[in-house]
């Protein structure tokens, strides 16, 4: 069994930057893909970025291209959100994301392709 634990969230003005972390355990690390979703009040839970075991293959959804960067330390378990020129759209809750394989699917937008999940971390973005 995996355990994902997020931090790193808190409250932020427009254009302002934080770094999520998510600490993983329970699995070789270098072996799992890793994604980060968001969940804002009232919508679904949405895809935002996907990083392979190794750190070769990384995906990012269109909203946030250019403004977040995913990264992972194989060394330290953990995979890392920068999350940088934050928008009021932003605000959600962050989730942490594994998979039992080390690559990261076609399917990655998708909850299903995904096995284990933290319990999540609140951004708030303020206008």
């Known amino acids: 069994q995996v355990q994902l634990v997020e931090s790193g969230g808190g409250l932020v003005q427009a254009g302002g930057s934080l770094r999520l972390s998510c600490a993983a355990s329970?699995?070789?690390?270098?072996?799992?893909?890793m994604g980060w979703f968001r969940q804002a009040p009232g919508k679904e839970r949405e895809f935002v970025a996907a990083?392979?075991?190794?750190?070769?293959?990384?995906y990012y959804a269109d909203s946030v291209k250019g403004r977040f960067t995913i990264s992972r330390d194989n060394a330290k378990n953990t995979v890392y959100l920068q999350m940088n020129s934050l928008k009021p759209e932003d605000t959600a809750v962050y989730y942490c994301?594994?998979?039992?394989?080390?690559?990261?699917?076609?399917?990655?937008?998708?909850?299903?392709?995904?096995?284990?999940w933290g319990q999540g971390t609140q951004v708030t973005v303020s206008s």
């Open positions: 994301a594994a998979r039992k394989f080390y690559y990261v699917p076609s399917a990655y937008p998708r909850q299903e392709s995904w096995d284990y």
């Open positions: 329970g699995r070789t690390f270098s072996n799992t893909a």
């Open positions: 990083i392979s075991g190794s750190g070769a293959t990384i």
